[in-house]
């Protein structure tokens, strides 16, 4: 049961992140720096399969489509958003104050 809310805490989190992303970044940016970040796990060689689909969605999908992931509260735009390559785009600082603001949140609800 701990695990489970643990897995639920960083699912919203992740959420968030990816909604205030859209707020701060125009999708080229977001699209640039996740390709850009995609390349270089993959020239590293730590490559796994769900960054073949974020790919796929990054150089051909539709921005609605990219935004549907990004912000969907589905299996499997969860799934995806828990190896989110958009990653680098929001400083430290924005990050860290949005972890603290959805934890508050959680913990009023």
Same mark, same amino acid.
């Given at each position: 049961?701990?695990? /489970?809310?643990?897995?639920?805490?960083?699912?919203?989190?992740?959420? !968030?992140?990816?909604?205030?992303?859209?707020?701060?970044? @125009?999708?080229?940016?977001?699209?640039?720096?996740?390709? *850009?970040?995609?390349? /270089? !796990?993959? $020239?590293?060689?730590?490559?796994?399969?769900? %960054? $073949? @689909?974020?790919?796929?969605?990054?150089?051909?999908? *539709?921005?609605?489509?990219?935004? $549907?992931?990004?912000?969907? @509260? %589905?299996? $499997?735009?969860? /799934?995806?958003?828990? *190896?989110?390559? %958009?990653?680098?785009?929001?400083?430290? @600082?924005?990050?860290?104050?949005?972890?603290?603001?959805?934890?508050?949140?959680?913990?009023?609800?």
């Amino acid at each position: 049961m701990v695990k /489970r809310s643990l897995d639920l805490l960083i699912d919203g989190h992740k959420l !968030w992140l990816a909604q205030a992303l859209l707020k701060a970044a @125009e999708l080229p940016i977001i699209r640039a720096r996740s390709l *850009s970040n995609l390349q /270089r !796990w993959k $020239d590293k060689g730590t490559w796994g399969a769900v %960054y $073949d @689909e974020w790919w796929v969605i990054m150089t051909n999908a *539709s921005d609605k489509y990219l935004i $549907d992931i990004m912000t969907g @509260e %589905y299996d $499997d735009a969860n /799934r995806l958003r828990q *190896s989110m390559p %958009y990653t680098g785009i929001l400083d430290e @600082e924005t990050r860290a104050e949005l972890l603290a603001r959805y934890q508050e949140a959680e913990r009023l609800r």
